[in-house]
């Protein structure tokens, strides 16, 4: 088992940035792909974006391609959420997510985070 920290979140005005990090402790970091989902209040927990184990392959949800990027570094057992441009509608709970495989679905991740605030304001 992973265990999973992020910080980073925060409160940044609309077209603002913030990056999010997600600091992992326990089993060989590098085993895992990493994720990152998101849940607005009242909404289901959403996919957003994923890296595969090497960094050699990433995934994103449509609505913010272009706008996100994740990177991690193996090295220092971190993965980290670059997020630009952001609007109201980002507004939610972030969490970081590890699975030995790279997918889209919540339901199937192995180890989560606990989660960090993103607010932006319009």
């Known amino acids: 088992q992973v265990q999973l920290v992020e910080s980073g979140g925060g409160l940044v005005q609309a077209g603002g940035s913030l990056r999010l990090s997600c600091a992992a402790s326990?089993?060989?970091?590098?085993?895992?792909?990493m994720g990152w989902f998101r849940q607005a209040p009242g909404k289901e927990r959403e996919f957003v974006a994923a890296?595969?184990?090497?960094?050699?392959?990433?995934l994103y949800a449509d609505s913010v391609k272009g706008r996100f990027t994740i990177s991690r570094d193996n090295a220092k057992n971190t993965v980290y959420l670059q997020m630009n441009s952001l609007k109201p509608e980002d507004m939610a709970v972030y969490y970081c997510?590890?699975?030995?495989?790279?997918?889209?679905?919540?339901?199937?991740?192995?180890?989560w985070g606990q989660g960090t605030q993103v607010t932006v304001s319009s």
């Open positions: 997510a590890a699975d030995p495989v790279l997918n889209r679905d919540y339901k199937r991740i192995a180890s």
């Open positions: 890296i595969s184990r090497s960094g050699g392959n990433t």
């Open positions: 326990g089993r060989t970091f590098s085993s895992y792909a």
